[in-house]
Nanobody, 127 residues
Framework: QVQLVESGGGLVQAGGSLRLSCAAS????????MGWFRQTPGKEREFVAA????????SYTDSVKGRFTISRDNAKNTVYLQMNSLKPEDTAVYYC????????????????????WGQGTQVTVSS
């Protein structure tokens, strides 16, 4: 079992930056692919970014390419989402997730393939 705890959300003006962190429990974290998703009221959970267990491959949804960067530190059991040039449309609850297919070399973008989820952190971007 893996427990995920997100932090780093908050209120920021358009054009600003935030860095989200997702701390994971358990020694198996370093073998799992990780993803970030976001959700607004009345909408389905949306893929934002994902990274393989080694950090060697990443993927982003088109709307955040060039602005967001996903990274991980396996020694600290933590995955990050650096968000720059934030826009009001980035406002959402952001969730991190872990895919327990050990040492999967494929970047996973579908939420249905993730097994563990954090509780979410609110990001609000004001115009």
């Amino acid at each position: 079992q893996v427990q995920l705890v997100e932090s780093g959300g908050g209120l920021v003006q358009a054009g600003g930056s935030l860095r989200l962190s997702c701390a994971a429990s358990g020694r198996t974290f370093r073998s799992y692919g990780m993803g970030w998703f976001r959700q607004t009221p009345g909408k389905e959970r949306e893929f934002v970014a994902a990274i393989t267990w080694s950090g060697g491959s990443t993927s982003y949804t088109d709307s955040v390419k060039g602005r967001f960067t996903i990274s991980r530190d396996n020694a600290k059991n933590t995955v990050y989402l650096q968000m720059n040039s934030l826009k009001p449309e980035d406002t959402a609850v952001y969730y991190c997730a872990a895919d327990r297919k050990i040492y999967n070399i494929r970047v996973v973008t579908s939420p249905s393939e993730y097994d563990y989820w954090g509780q979410g952190t609110q990001v609000t971007v004001s115009s």
